[in-house]
C-alpha cells in the first residue's frame, strides 16, 4: 500500500483559519492528563504546547506535587491535583473539555493503572493516548475494546512493540500496525524518522522535522499539539495529520537558528507561531495563484 505524504498540499486542504470572531470559550478547551513525581516537566510541555497550538482554555489534571510546578512554569493553563502527592491515583473533573490527551510523565503504578480503567470506562471525550498510559494498556490488552473509535495513540518503536510484539522487518512492523489499527479502529502513530500515521489500510508518511527533534519531551510536545487540534474541532484524523506536520515544521525552521545540539522540545513550543505563519503565508500565496 503507497503512503499518502503529509506535505503542504495535505495540510492546507485541512487547515482552518482562526474565526475573527472567535472567543477562548469557543476556541476549545483541552485537558492533559499526566506526571508524576520527578515527570512533571512532560505535562507543562504538553499544556504549553496545547496553547501555542490554539486551543483557548487548557486545564492539566496532575498529583498535587505538580500543583506550583505547572502554576509557575505555565500560569496560562488551569490545574486540578489528585489526591495524591506524587502519582495519579483517581481521574476525578468537573469540567467539560472537548479533548484529552493522557499519558505523558504518569508512570505505571498500581493505582495509576486502576485509574485508567476507570477514566476509560466512562470516558466519551475525544481523546489521545501517549507514553506510559501506552504502556498500561500493553500491560492490559482486554482495556483496548474500551477505547471508542478513532482515539489516537502515539508511540514510539519501544511503546509500539509493547502495544503489538516485535517485528522482523519494516513491512512487518507496518503489516500488524494496520491490523492493529482495524482490529480496533484506532487511528496509530509509528513514531520516527519518519513518523506514519496509520488509520485501517490508509498509511500516511510525514515530510517534515529531523534529527533535532531527537530530544526528551519532544513527543510530550506533540500530544499537547494534537490535543489541542482535537479540542478545536478538528476530526481525529485531520488533527493527527496537522499536528504531526506542524510539529516536525518547528524542527525544520528552527534547524538553521539553533543547529540540532541546541535544540530542545522548549524550542518546539517557541517555534509554533513562526510555523502557523509559514503555513498561513502558503495558503495566501495559493490563493493569488
Ligand atoms: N521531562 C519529563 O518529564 C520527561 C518525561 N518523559 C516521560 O517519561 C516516561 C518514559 O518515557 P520514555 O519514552 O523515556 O521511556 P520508555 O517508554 O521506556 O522508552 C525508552 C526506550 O524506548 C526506545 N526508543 C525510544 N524512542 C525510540 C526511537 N525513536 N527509536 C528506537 N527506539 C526508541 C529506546 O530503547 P533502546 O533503544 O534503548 O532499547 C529507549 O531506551 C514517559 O511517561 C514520558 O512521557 C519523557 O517524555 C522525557 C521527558
Ligand atoms: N531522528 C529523528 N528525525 C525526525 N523525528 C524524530 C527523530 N527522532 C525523534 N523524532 C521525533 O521526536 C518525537 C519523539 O517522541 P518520544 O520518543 O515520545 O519523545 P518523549 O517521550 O521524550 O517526549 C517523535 O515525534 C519522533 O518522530
Ligand atoms: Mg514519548
Known amino acids: 500500500m503507497k503512503p499518502i505524504f503529509i506535505d503542504k498540499s495535505e495540510i492546507i486542504k485541512r487547515y482552518k483559519p482562526i474565526n475573527k470572531y472567535t472567543h477562548k470559550g469557543i476556541q476549545g478547551h483541552a485537558l492533559l492528563i499526566g506526571g508524576s513525581y520527578g515527570k512533571i516537566g512532560s505535562v507543562c510541555l504538553s499544556a504549553k504546547a496545547a496553547l501555542k497550538t490554539g486551543c483557548g482554555l487548557v486545564t492539566a489534571f496532575i498529583p498535587k506535587c505538580g500543583y506550583e510546578i505547572v502554576q509557575i512554569s505555565v500560569p496560562e493553563v488551569m490545574v486540578l491535583t489528585d489526591k ?39 470516558n466519551k471525550i475525544p481523546l489521545v493516548i ?29 511503546e ?30 509509528m513514531k520516527g524518522a519518519p513518523t506514519y500515521i496509520i488509520d485501517g489500510h490508509t498509511i500516511y508518511q510525514n515530510t517534515t522535522g529531523n534529527a533535532a527533534l531527537a530530544t ?26 496537522i499536528g504531526v506536520y506542524l510539529h516536525g515544521l518547528t524542527a525544520d525552521i528552527a534547524l538553521p537558528e539553533t543547529g540540532y545540539q541546541s535544540f530542545i522540545a522548549s524550542t518546539i513550543i517557541d517555534t509554533i507561531g513562526k510555523t502557523y505563519l509559514s503555513l498561513e503565508n502558503n495558503i495566501e500565496r495559493q490563493e493569488l495563484l
Request: aromatic fraction near 8%; hydrophobic fraction near 40%; proline fraction near 5%.
Open 160 to 189: 509500539l512493540e509493547r502495544l503489538i510484539g516485535k517485528w522482523n522487518s519494516d513491512e512487518e512492523k507496518m503489516d500488524k500496525t494496520i491490523a492493529f489499527s482495524l482490529q480496533y479502529d484506532l487511528i496509530v502513530f
Open 84 to 122: 495524591e502527592e506524587e502519582f495519579i491515583s483517581n481521574i476525578n473533573f468537573q469540567i467539560l473539555p472537548q479533548a484529552i490527551g493522557i499519558g505523558p510523565g504518569i508512570g505505571q503504578e498500581f493505582s495509576t493503572q486502576n485509574a485508567f480503567q476507570k477514566f476509560l470506562k466512562s
Open 216 to 241: 526528551a519531551g519532544s513527543g510530550d510536545v506533540l500530544t499537547g499539539m494534537i490535543t489541542s487540534l482535537l479540542a478545536q474541532s478538528y476530526e481525529p484524523l485531520n488533527a493527527a495529520i
Open 130 to 158: 501517549d507514553a506510559d498510559a501506552l504502556n498500561i494498556l500493553s500491560l492490559h490488552k482486554s482495556w483496548m475494546t474500551l477505547l471508542k473509535p478513532k482515539t489516537v495513540l502515539t508511540p514510539h518503536p519501544k
